[in-house]
């Protein structure tokens, strides 16, 4: 049972234009959430977070938007540059400090020049 | 290089054998992670250590997957008697304290698992 999903394999975006990828949970005690993005052949790296108490959280190209009622998040990237071109995976905690991060799927992004 | 490190990058092995995989966390991190991710799928958490105990065993698949963690630093995951299934990449994560997400977790490059 996928508590994390994220629904579309693989995107593709013009670069300039803006990049959304969607994320969904049903665990309603996640509290806090994560973007990681992943290379080929390397291991994934940290992007953004939110925790619950907010809905956006922003960073340079990056904003992440969460919908609590929804149990939706989706990560926001404008522009779109070709170095965007990586795997996005969406990941979500509870609050406590012994709670694990379950990851969903990923999404390929690619951002054709 | 102060990052997380994994050995061996890749690891090819024969259905039956058994398989070491070895963890580098970066200098003072306490807590140190295990994933797989198979292909086209995402990570699956298998253990996490806090320190040299691990409070949450709960994604180890079988009990042919043990892992331990030793002096508070180098951690390695065994996996006996391979299987096909087994192929996989093993990620390796350390964070600065803590098991849920309020500390970033820096990753490995992996260590990529073919079972033959």
């Known amino acids: 049972d996928q508590q994390v999903k994220q629904n579309s394999p693989s995107l593709s975006v013009q670069e300039g234009r803006i990049s959304i990828l969607n994320c969904d949970y049903t665990?309603?005690?996640?509290?806090?959430f994560l973007w990681y993005k992943k290379y080929p052949a390397e291991g994934p790296t940290f992007l953004i977070s939110?925790?619950?108490?907010?809905d956006k959280n922003e960073d340079g190209r990056f904003t992440v938007f969460l919908n609590k009622s929804a149990k939706h998040l989706s990560l926001h990237i404008v522009p779109s540059q070709p170095g965007d071109s990586a795997v996005y995976f969406c990941?979500?905690?509870?609050?406590?400090?012994?709670?694990?991060?379950?990851f969903g799927p990923g999404t390929s992004l690619s951002v054709i020049p | 290089g102060a990052g997380v490190s994994q050995s061996p990058s890749n690891k090819v092995t024969e259905k039956g054998k058994d398989v070491e995989l070895r963890c580098d966390p970066i200098s003072g991190h306490t807590a140190l992670y295990w994933y797989r991710q198979s292909l086209g799928q995402g990570l699956e958490f298998l253990i996490y250590f806090q320190g040299n105990s691990a409070p949450d065993k709960s994604g180890l698949p079988s009990d042919r997957f043990s892992a331990e963690r030793t002096g508070g630093s180098v951690s390695t995951l065994t996996i006996q008697r391979t299987q096909q299934e087994d192929s996989a990449v093993y990620l390796c994560?350390?964070?600065?304290?803590?098991?849920?997400?309020?500390?970033?977790?820096?990753f490995g490059p992996g260590t990529r698992l073919t079972v033959l």
């Open positions: 990941a979500a905690s509870g609050e406590t400090s012994y709670d694990k991060v379950i």
């Open positions: 665990n309603s005690m996640f509290d806090y």
């Open positions: 939110i925790s619950s108490i907010k």
């Open positions: 994560a350390s964070s600065l304290a803590g098991g849920g997400a309020f500390h970033e977790q820096f």
